[in-house]
Every structure is written in C-alpha cells, then in structure tokens.
C-alpha cells in the first residue's frame, strides 16, 4: 500500500481509481465490507483502490469541545490496519479550517476532481461533504455525470452495521466488555504504549510491571480494572500477560496508571514501545486489606489469565 500524506500535484496519476471517503476509525467489520466493495469493483475495471482519510480528525478542528474526540485507532494503527485489508493507496489529507470551509461544489471539483480523476467513488447516501455538510449523495451524482465519474452506493444495511460497529466498540470498551469489543472490530483491541519508569512496586510483590505512556492522547483507553492481554515486543515476540489499568488504590489511589505483567518474562525493556492486545476483562478495581492481600489476589489474577489466554 502506498500511503500519500500531502496534497500536492505530484500525486500519481491513479489507473481507473474507485475511491472511497471516510475517517475508518477502528477498521472494524463495518468498514471491511465497505472495503470488499471497494476491492471488488476495482478488480471488475482494472483499477486501483484509493481511501481517502483526514487527519486530525474533522472533529478536533469543528467540534466546539475537541478534546472530547477518542479514537479506537492512532494514524499509524489505521495504516497498519488497511494496509493489512489489501488496500492500494491511503492519501490522508490534512484537515484544518480551511479545507472544512470548500463549498461543497468545490470538495467535488477542486478537491476529488482534481487530485483523484476517479473511476468510480462509493459512498453512502447520507454522505454529507462540504462547509456546513451542505453536499450529498445527488449532487455528487450530478457532479459526478458532468465531470466523467461513477457514483457507487454503499448499501444501507451495511452504513447501518457500521454505525452500529462504532457506537458498539466504544461502549463495550467503555464497559470492560472485551468480547463485544474485539467481535466488532474483528481482531483484538491493541493498543501501543512506551516503556517507562515506575515505583517499582510490582517487582518487590513478584509481579514487576512494564509501566506504559500511550502518546496519543486521543486513544481510547478501556475502563479501569485487570486484562488477560498479549505483548508484543520490539523485537517482534510476543508474550502472555496481564494489565492492569488505574489509581491502586491499594497502594496511592492518586495517578491512572496502565501497567502489564508480561508472563514469565525478565528484560530490561524501558524505553521501548510495546503493543498491547486485550483478550478478556478479569476483574474490576479492588482496594485490598494490604500488600498480602493484593499479592495473593495477583496470584489468582495471573491464573485467570492464562487460562483465558490458552483458550484463545
């Protein structure tokens, strides 16, 4: 896949691109059947899938309060993920107020004609394009009939599955609901965190921790409580483990911290960037008697764990 990050007229010429529109946060189900029709139609003209997305999200530059966006996917998770669904070419455009200001004649135009000469653009019919969503479906049709291109719907139950995709991963990731999460997306929900310095704790219980910072600070992290989970490594390896996502209350009840507990594992990794996969929610957030009790109950968390894991 090539991915073009700049609007530039050096853009390559794409050979009867079809071409699709969207934020494809998550690149759940919803999005995958989106891009199977994307894929199919290219392979029936002999042509090139192009996915247009925007970064940063059109909702951190219009939204009254941006701060709110949460993203089930950073920008380098979403090109590993459509690259992994076989798509052509990614052309992320960058997203500021006055791209958002184009009229909706001009997004057709100056923007999608212009740097794309599409074959073919699918979208759904309530597609809505332009300053203050003034395009649609019709007039992308008209457009699309004066300036040689194909309009393509996305069908409606599948517009339908997808809405129903997002709404449902970020509930079930805001519930602990792993399950329901990663059924949605259709892999685990991962995210990536670098190693850094903690107190220490852990390793003094026998459970020393990898304490991770997720750099983005628009990634949606589940709620607080225990994970059976997978680790991958820099060097590609990945291992077994157990995360935990909170304040301790047991120990200071202050700072949300997310730390794993990579299984049968001692390297010394600070500093390197590990990927997290969630399997299965173990349990809610306990403050314990002690350091005894949170010790043995750790014990009993490790062994769910692994048995969750061994069955995956």
């Given at each position: 896949?090539?991915?073009?990050?700049?609007?530039?007229?050096?853009?390559?010429?794409?050979?009867?691109?079809?071409?699709t529109i969207g934020s494809f946060d998550g690149v759940h189900i919803g999005h995958r059947q989106i891009i199977q029709q994307l894929k199919q139609e290219a392979r029936r003209i002999g042509g090139e899938t192009v996915i247009i997305t925007f970064h940063p999200h059109p909702r951190k530059v219009v939204?009254?309060?941006?701060?709110?966006?949460?993203?089930?996917?950073?920008?380098?998770?979403?090109?590993?993920?459509?690259?992994?669904?076989?798509?052509?070419?990614?052309?992320?455009?960058?997203?500021?107020?006055?791209?958002?200001?184009?009229?909706?004649?001009?997004?057709?135009?100056?923007?999608?004609?212009?740097?794309?000469?599409?074959?073919?653009?699918?979208?759904?019919?309530?597609?809505?394009?332009?300053?203050?969503?003034?395009?649609?479906?019709?007039?992308?049709?008209?457009?699309?009939?004066?300036?040689?291109?194909?309009?393509?719907?996305?069908?409606?139950?599948?517009?339908?599955?997808?809405?129903?995709?997002?709404?449902?991963?970020?509930?079930?990731?805001?519930?602990?609901?792993?399950?329901?999460?990663?059924?949605?997306?259709?892999?685990?929900?991962?995210?990536?965190?670098?190693?850094?310095?903690?107190?220490?704790?852990?390793?003094?219980?026998?459970?020393?921790?990898?304490?991770?910072?997720?750099?983005?600070?628009?990634?949606?992290?589940?709620?607080?409580g225990v994970y059976a989970v997978t680790v991958k490594t820099e060097d590609g390896h990945q291992h077994g483990g157990m995360m935990n996502i909170g304040i301790r209350p047991t120990i200071d009840g202050s700072t949300r911290v997310i730390e794993v507990n990579i299984f049968d594992f001692d390297r010394?990794?600070?500093?390197?960037?590990?990927?997290?996969?969630?399997?299965?929610?173990?349990?809610?957030?306990?403050?314990?008697?002690?350091?005894?009790?949170?010790?043995?109950?750790?014990?009993?968390?490790?062994?769910?764990?692994?048995?969750?894991?061994?069955?995956?």
């Open positions: 896949m090539q991915v073009h990050r700049e609007l530039i007229d050096s853009l390559p010429v794409f050979r009867n691109a079809v071409v939204s009254s309060v941006p701060g709110d966006v949460k993203l089930l996917t950073t920008l380098p998770e979403k090109i590993q993920l459509l690259e992994e669904a076989g798509i052509d070419h990614l052309v992320i455009v960058p997203f500021d107020h006055v791209f958002s200001d184009q009229t909706a004649e001009q997004y057709i135009g100056d923007f999608l004609h212009r740097y794309f000469r599409p074959h073919t653009v699918i979208i759904g019919y309530d597609h809505r394009f332009g300053k203050g969503r003034e395009g649609d479906y019709q007039l992308m049709e008209t457009y699309g009939s004066r300036l040689g291109f194909e309009v393509k719907e996305i069908p409606a139950e599948v517009l339908h599955e997808l809405v129903i995709s997002s709404t449902r991963i970020r509930e079930a990731l805001g519930e602990a609901d792993i399950v329901t999460a990663n059924e949605f997306l259709g892999y685990p929900y991962f995210f990536e965190g670098k190693v850094v310095k903690g107190n220490q704790l852990g390793r003094t219980l026998g459970y020393p921790t990898a304490n991770l910072h997720i750099a983005s600070e628009e990634k949606l992290v589940p709620s607080n010394d990794i600070y500093g390197q960037e590990l990927v997290v996969s969630l399997h299965r929610y173990i349990r809610g957030e306990v403050k314990f008697s002690g350091l005894d009790a949170l010790k043995q109950q750790l014990s009993e968390d490790r062994i769910d764990a692994m048995r969750f894991l061994a069955g995956q």
